[in-house]
């Protein structure tokens, strides 16, 4: 099946997962390829909460 997957019409789409802490392999569906993570639940939510815990940081600091 991955062999399939890698030679086949789906290859282009295959992405990695935007998180630096993730190794996931995704094939990317979405309306003009602008998916960034594995998943929302599992990697994408963590991405997002850490930028919000920084910008919030930094607002604080000013």
Partial sequence: QAVELLSGPDAPLLKE???PECTRVYVDR???ARRHWCGMESCGNRVKAAAYRAR???AAGR
């Fill in 17 to 19: 997962c935007g998180n």
């Fill in 30 to 32: 979405s309306h003009g």
């Fill in 56 to 58: 919030k940081k930094s």
